[in-house]
């Protein structure tokens, strides 16, 4: 994906708040992050807070599906940054209760990580998973 294509997304991701389409499934909760640069202390926060709001919904029977892009790839690597284990620890344990991590694939390969770079079950952003997000009835929370 490139990286207009990646902006695209990730811009109509944050830009949404609520969208209402005419599915029956069960509400979804999106948390999208942006933030989670290792060398950047201020980002930090933002990120953990991002995933154990995830996790906390998670624990209150909401299906979660956490989109991380721009420097929330950070978080879903296999082996992050000594700052961001509390916030990839979180991450796996939404994993492990059955909810989706999506990665910006272009936003990965730009903080120079891989596919293979990920933590097992994380998932590649792609216009059908997209499409996906947006034709559920979803709340949008962005970190």
Do not use: W
């Not at 949404?16 to 999208?32: A, C, K, M, P, R």
């Not at 000594?82 to 991590?101: C, I, M, P, T």
């Amino acid at each position: 994906m490139g990286i207009v294509a990646s902006f695209i997304i990730g811009s109509l991701v944050t830009a949404l708040v609520f969208v209402y389409s005419q599915s029956t499934t069960e509400d979804l909760v999106v948390i999208h992050i942006t933030r989670g640069d290792p060398l950047m202390p201020e980002e930090i926060h933002p990120a953990t807070m991002g995933v154990k709001t995830a996790r906390g919904l998670q624990d209150e029977g909401r299906d979660v599906t956490v989109v991380l892009n721009v420097r929330g790839v950070y978080i879903a690597l296999k082996n992050p940054s000594g700052n961001l284990v509390e916030a990839n620890d979180s991450l796996k344990k939404v994993l492990d209760g059955g909810g989706r991590v999506i990665v910006c694939e272009g936003c990965l390969n730009k903080a120079g990580y891989e596919t293979d770079d990920l933590l097992d079950g994380v998932e590649i952003l792609t216009t059908p998973k997209f499409s996906e997000i947006l034709t559920s009835r979803s709340t949008v929370i962005s970190f």
